[in-house]
């Protein structure tokens, strides 16, 4: 089974703070993506990646940044984290099809206070 | 550009009853279509796909079927139960768009014995 896996469940941080949200998947998968969930919104694609190095913006970009150095790891940069950041935040993986499905890992629940 | 729609909730359900969930899309090219489903304080996990049309996906009792000619992709269940209690999303992935997904807003489910 694939296994992806966002470092921290829960995270509490302080406006200003640089914050860095941790991902890594385990199946060798080309594409990883960083999503924010929020309630009545659904998921907003902020960051995808294709392969190292490779970034690409999704529809919520400002105010992020992301860093993939190695293909099994994908991080997600708050450079200065705010109170309307406060969300949650899920990762995802797949293969370079898009008839593939997405793998989720369980989710970062980030509150910025 | 390319959007999913499914239907608003809360569904409230009886154990055993009947359960539909309305998705339409909107897409350029030939998308691949999925049913995610949300567990209380989980990560998202694939429900079913289906990816060319009058494709039928099904799993755990679930079933969706690929309609082109209505650009629908409505989940059912004949019998509900409680731990079927969760947050359910339509997506789309779009080849012309590369492999992120496109979400739904999601609905969530809540049945009762």
């Known amino acids: 089974d694939v296994k992806v896996t966002q470092s921290s469940r829960y995270l509490v941080k302080r406006t200003g703070e640089k914050v860095f949200l941790e991902c890594v998947q385990d199946?060798?998968?080309?594409?990883m993506f960083w999503y924010r969930q929020d309630p009545g919104l659904g998921l907003r694609l902020i960051y995808f990646?294709?392969?190292?190095?490779?970034?690409e913006k999704g529809d919520i970009p400002e105010g992020y940044s992301v860093s993939r150095e190695k293909k099994e790891r994908f991080s997600l940069i708050l450079e200065s984290a705010s109170t309307n950041q406060t969300s949650m935040y899920l990762c995802?993986?797949?293969?370079?099809?898009?008839?593939?499905?997405?793998?989720f890992g369980d989710g970062t629940r980030l509150s910025i206070l | 550009g390319d959007s999913v729609t499914q239907m608003e909730g809360p569904v409230t359900l009886s154990e055993e009853a009947f359960l539909t969930i309305n998705c339409t899309y909107t897409?350029?090219?030939?998308?691949?279509l999925f049913w995610y489903v949300q567990y209380p304080g989980e990560g998202l996990q694939l429900l079913l796909k289906?990816?060319?049309?009058?494709d039928k996906g099904s799993n755990k009792g679930f079933e969706a079927t690929y309609r082109k000619e209505t650009t629908s992709f409505h989940l059912e269940k004949g019998s509900v139960q409680v731990s079927d209690s969760a947050v359910y999303f339509c997506?789309?992935?779009?080849?012309?768009?590369?492999?992120?997904?496109?979400f739904g807003k999601g609905t969530t489910l809540s049945v009762s014995s």
């Open positions: 897409a350029t090219g030939y998308p691949s």
């Open positions: 990646s294709y392969d190292v190095k490779m970034k």
């Open positions: 995802a993986s797949n293969s370079g099809y898009s008839n593939q499905p997405q793998h």
């Open positions: 997506a789309l992935s779009d080849r012309q768009a590369g492999t992120a997904l496109i």
């Open positions: 199946m060798d998968h080309e594409n």
């Open positions: 289906a990816t060319k049309a009058d």
